[in-house]
Every structure is written in structure tokens, then in C-alpha cells.
């Protein structure tokens, strides 16, 4: 059996199984990808970000921090900590050198850290590519074997968003965002499972674009014949008469100090109730 969690004083039958994580991510964590039309890029991620886990060191790693015996890792390649995310990277990259899958390895690699830079340093993406390549080499093939059977490759295309380059990368980070954010849920509710009951289900768009709309009325009451107020109100105006444009990539420039985080947030919602969107959560 490969796993993916342990849980402290629990018995390994207890703990996460790595194929069930699987099961998991593809049947509902990962579905928030579908609003922006990623669900593909969702499912591929998902099978490859933990695959580095199946590595007998990572293996013998969680058994010893459990005072298990580990002894039958002891003839397998690579001890103690393995630095899991770099397996499903470098299996990404060497799958085909391209963006498809470059783009992948950067969102698998920096799924605990961040996002690595291309070069520059020992945790730049390409250093981790070379000096990384044991952990990608080390996991069984009777774990990856069924990997890219599994993942609609033939599928796998960047979204028509993703027409030029600053676009591209905004999306690249959105993916990024919801891979980050589901793994982080996923793990909360099979560590902390009382925690993860706890988290509320997310309020519809209209109420809290209700609450800011109040909010915002307060705030325009407060002063509003200072210049200073006049322009934040101004940048408030245009930023409402865009929301209701077409759905796209837009961006805001505002000098500090002139409330663009309240605008751009009351764009965001009076666009999204424009157009009928609604929050992709998971109910993890």
C-alpha cells in the first residue's frame, strides 16, 4: 500500500491511501477548475502533484515518524525526508518538453512552496528538474503505471483566455490557486476532520455584494467633498460601469491611496451577479 497521510497514533490501516486521494481530487475537490474552463488541467494536476509519494523514502519517512518498523524500505533507493513534489515535475517535464507540461511542472513543484522561479537558484524549477531526478526515478512503476492512462492527454490545450502571454500567466496562477487550495482542504479534512466540519458554506454573491454595497454607501457618506474622496468615488463609478461589460481579463491602475482594492472588489461581484457566476467551492 502507498500512502499519502498518516495521522499520529493511528494505525496505518487508518491512514490516507494515496489512490484514494486520487479518487478524491477527480471526483469533487478539483471541480472549482471547471468554471474557467481547466477541468482537464485540474485532473492531470491532480494525479501527478503527490505522485513523489509513492517514493519508498517517502514511504519509510512517514513509517519512522510513526515509530513503525520501516525496515523493508531499508534496500530501496533514497532515506529519510523526499522531497515528493519534484516526482510528478520531473515525470511532467519529461513527459514532453513543452508549455503544456512545463506549465504543469510549475504548478506541481510549487504546490507547497510556491511557485519556483525558472533559474537563479538552487530551488529554481530547473535546478529542482536535475538534482531532483532520483525522487521522480525511485517511484515504483506499479504506482505510476496507470498515471497517464488516466489523464485525458489528448485534451490537455490552454483555454482561449490563455491567448497571449500576460493572460497565460494570469490563468497559469488561477490553476495554481485552486490546485493550492484544494490540496490544503483535502488535507484539513482527512487530518482535522472536526475543523474542516466547522468551515462555513460559502454566502451567495448577492449577499455579499450587498454587504459591501452598504458598506461602501457608509464610507461615500463620510467626507465626500474632499478631493481625495471625489476621485476614490470616481474610480468606484468606472469600476461599476466596466463590471458590466462582457466577461474577460481587465485591469485597474490606481495610485495608492485611491481605494482600489474596495473598487476592484466591487467590480469583481457586481460583474460576477451580472453575468450570473457563482463560488466554486468544494464541500470539504
Same mark, same amino acid.
Given at each position: 500500500?502507498?500512502?499519502?497521510?498518516?495521522?499520529?497514533?493511528?494505525?496505518?490501516?487508518?491512514?490516507?491511501?494515496?489512490?484514494?486521494?486520487?479518487?478524491?481530487?477527480?471526483?469533487?475537490?478539483?471541480?472549482?477548475?471547471?468554471?474557467?474552463?481547466?477541468?482537464?488541467?485540474?485532473?492531470?494536476?491532480?494525479?501527478?502533484?503527490?505522485?513523489?509519494?509513492?517514493?519508498?523514502?517517502?514511504? !519509510?519517512?512517514?513509517?519512522?515518524?510513526?515509530?513503525?518498523?520501516?525496515?523493508?524500505?531499508?534496500?530501496?533507493?533514497?532515506?529519510?525526508?523526499?522531497?515528493?513534489?519534484?516526482?510528478?515535475?520531473?515525470?511532467?517535464?519529461?513527459?514532453?518538453?513543452?508549455?503544456?507540461?512545463?506549465?504543469?511542472?510549475?504548478?506541481? !513543484?510549487?504546490?507547497?512552496?510556491?511557485?519556483?522561479?525558472?533559474?537563479?537558484?538552487?530551488? !529554481?524549477?530547473?535546478?529542482?528538474?536535475?538534482?531532483?531526478?532520483?525522487?521522480?526515478?525511485?517511484?515504483?512503476?506499479?504506482?505510476?503505471?496507470?498515471?497517464?492512462?488516466?489523464?485525458?492527454?489528448?485534451?490537455?490545450?490552454?483555454?482561449?483566455?490563455?491567448?497571449?502571454?500576460?493572460?497565460?500567466?494570469?490563468?497559469?496562477?488561477?490553476?495554481?490557486?485552486?490546485?493550492?487550495?484544494?490540496?490544503?482542504?483535502?488535507?484539513?479534512?482527512?487530518?482535522?476532520?472536526?475543523?474542516?466540519?466547522?468551515?462555513?458554506?460559502?454566502?451567495?454573491?448577492?449577499?455579499?455584494?450587498?454587504?459591501?454595497?452598504?458598506?461602501?454607501?457608509?464610507?461615500?457618506?463620510?467626507?465626500?467633498?474632499?478631493?481625495?474622496?471625489?476621485?476614490?468615488?470616481?474610480?468606484?463609478?468606472?469600476?461599476?460601469?466596466?463590471?458590466?461589460?462582457?466577461?474577460?481579463?481587465?485591469?485597474?491602475?490606481?495610485?495608492?491611496?485611491?481605494?482600489?482594492?474596495?473598487?476592484?472588489?466591487?467590480?469583481?461581484?457586481?460583474?460576477?451577479?451580472?453575468?450570473?457566476?457563482?463560488?466554486?467551492?468544494?464541500?470539504?
Amino acid at each position: 500500500k502507498v500512502y499519502a497521510h498518516s495521522l499520529e497514533s493511528h494505525p496505518p490501516g487508518e491512514w490516507q491511501l494515496l489512490r484514494k486521494l486520487r479518487i478524491k481530487w477527480e471526483r469533487d475537490v478539483l471541480s472549482g477548475e471547471q468554471s474557467f474552463d481547466s477541468s482537464n488541467w485540474a485532473f492531470v494536476a491532480a494525479w501527478l502533484h503527490d505522485l513523489g509519494k509513492a517514493h519508498p523514502g517517502f514511504q !519509510a519517512y512517514l513509517a519512522r515518524e510513526n515509530g513503525l518498523d520501516a525496515s523493508e524500505y531499508d534496500g530501496a533507493a533514497g532515506s529519510g525526508r523526499v522531497n515528493h513534489s519534484s516526482g510528478g515535475a520531473i515525470l511532467a517535464w519529461e513527459k514532453q518538453k513543452n508549455m503544456i507540461w512545463k506549465t504543469l511542472a510549475y504548478l506541481v !513543484a510549487g504546490h507547497h512552496a510556491g511557485l519556483p522561479d525558472w533559474c537563479g537558484s538552487q530551488a !529554481a524549477l530547473t535546478s529542482r528538474l536535475e538534482t531532483d531526478k532520483a525522487v521522480a526515478q525511485g517511484i515504483p512503476a506499479s504506482a505510476m503505471g496507470d498515471v497517464f492512462q488516466n489523464m485525458a492527454l489528448d485534451k490537455l490545450r490552454p483555454p482561449a483566455v490563455a491567448r497571449n502571454a500576460v493572460a497565460y500567466h494570469f490563468w497559469a496562477r488561477m490553476l495554481f490557486s485552486c490546485l493550492v487550495d484544494a490540496d490544503f482542504l483535502d488535507t484539513e479534512a482527512f487530518m482535522d476532520n472536526a475543523r474542516s466540519a466547522k468551515r462555513p458554506a460559502f454566502p451567495p454573491l448577492q449577499e455579499l455584494k450587498t454587504q459591501l454595497d452598504s458598506h461602501l454607501a457608509q464610507m461615500g457618506n463620510k467626507n465626500p467633498a474632499l478631493p481625495i474622496n471625489r476621485t476614490r468615488a470616481q474610480i468606484l463609478a468606472n469600476c461599476r460601469k466596466a463590471a458590466l461589460g462582457a466577461p474577460g481579463l481587465f485591469s485597474l491602475t490606481v495610485s495608492m491611496g485611491g481605494g482600489k482594492a474596495l473598487s476592484g472588489t466591487a467590480f469583481a461581484l457586481d460583474h460576477a451577479v451580472h453575468h450570473g457566476k457563482s463560488p466554486r467551492l468544494s464541500d470539504s
